[in-house]
C-alpha cells in the first residue's frame, strides 16, 4: 500500500487540516519533511478549504507550530472566492453566510454586503459556525422569493476533522439547506476539488503542474483535484482517508502514492542517506 517516490518533484501542495496538523499538534513528519525541501529550496505551497482562516492567520499559525511560513505560501478559499467573483462579477451585491475572515476579504476587494433579499445578487455558503435560520430565510428570500440571486459555495466538505474523529458540520450541510428549501442548485464551488484552487497556488511558481505533487487526506477534493489537472498525487492516512478507502477506488481514481506517515515524500534513497527512521 506503501507506494513511496523515486525522486523530489518540482513543487510541493500541501493540503493543511489532516496533513499537515490536526487540532494544534502537527502530524509525524511532518517538520522533517518540511525542513529538507527548505534546505533543497523546492516551493512549497499550503492549501485549505477552511474559509474560517484568512493566509495572514494560516501563516501565523503554522509558524507558531514550528513551520515559518511566509503569507505568500498559503491559498485557500478566501483567496479562491474573492479572485473568482473579482474576474466574473466584480459589481454583485453580496450575502455571504460566512464568518468575518471572508466577510472582511469581500469587503476589502471592493464589494458591497447586504442582508436584503431584494438587491442581494449572489448568496455565498461558507463553513459558518453562526448559521441560523435568519440567514437561511434571507438566503430563500434572495433566491426564491425574489428570484434574482444565485447560489456559490467557498468548499463542498461535508465536515471538518477534530482529533479523536470528531468534528463539526462544513459548507456542504449549509449549502444543502439552502438548495433544499430553494429548490435550485449550487451553481460554483471555489475550493478544491475545483481547478481554481490549483491555478491560484501555481502562480509564480518556477514548476511545472506535471511535476509537481498534491498531497492530501481527502479522497474527493485533494486527489480528486490533482487527478483531474494531470498531477501527481499523495495520498496521506493521517486525516480522512483511510487505506480500505484508498483500496476500493477504481484504478484510474487512484493517488499515486498512498502514505502513512508525511515524510515518505522523501524519496527512499534520500530516507537511508539521511539516516532517518520512523521515529519523528
Request: charged share 25%.
Amino acid at each position: 500500500m506503501h507506494r513511496r517516490p523515486t525522486e523530489f518533484y518540482d513543487a510541493y501542495i500541501f493540503d493543511m487540516d489532516g496533513t499537515i496538523y490536526l487540532g494544534d499538534q502537527l502530524l509525524p513528519g511532518v517538520t522533517r519533511l518540511i525542513g529538507e525541501l527548505r534546505r533543497r529550496e523546492i516551493p512549497i505551497r499550503y492549501l485549505s478549504n477552511n474559509p474560517t482562516k484568512d493566509p495572514e492567520m494560516y501563516a501565523r499559525m503554522l509558524t507558531r507550530l514550528g513551520l515559518p511560513t511566509p503569507v505568500e505560501d498559503i491559498a485557500n478559499t478566501i483567496v479562491t472566492t474573492t479572485r473568482w467573483l473579482l474576474a466574473n462579477h466584480p459589481d454583485a451585491v453580496l450575502f455571504p453566510i460566512a464568518e468575518e475572515p471572508l466577510r472582511r476579504a469581500l469587503t476589502e476587494a471592493g464589494f458591497r454586503i447586504s442582508d436584503d433579499p431584494t438587491e442581494i445578487d449572489i448568496v455565498i455558503a461558507s463553513y459558518d459556525r453562526q448559521f441560523d435560520y435568519r440567514k437561511l430565510q434571507i438566503a430563500f428570500d434572495a433566491i426564491w422569493f425574489h428570484r434574482r440571486a444565485f447560489l456559490i459555495e467557498t468548499n463542498p466538505d461535508r465536515f471538518c476533522p477534530f482529533p479523536g474523529g470528531r468534528g463539526e458540520p462544513d459548507c456542504a450541510a449549509i449549502t444543502a439547506a439552502i438548495e433544499a428549501c430553494t429548490r435550485t442548485r449550487c451553481v460554483k464551488s471555489l475550493g478544491k476539488p475545483d481547478p481554481i484552487m490549483l491555478q491560484v497556488t501555481m502562480e509564480g511558481l518556477d514548476a511545472r503542474l506535471e511535476h509537481s505533487v498534491m498531497v492530501g487526506d481527502r479522497l474527493q477534493t485533494d486527489i480528486r483535484m490533482a487527478l483531474d489537472a494531470g498531477m501527481a498525487s499523495a495520498a496521506v492516512l493521517t486525516g480522512e482517508a483511510t487505506a480500505d478507502d484508498v483500496r476500493v477506488l477504481p484504478a484510474d481514481q487512484q493517488p499515486r502514492y498512498v502514505l502513512d506517515r508525511i515524510d515518505r515524500l522523501v524519496p527512499a534513497a534520500v530516507w537511508d542517506e539521511l539516516g532517518w527512521t520512523d521515529t519523528d
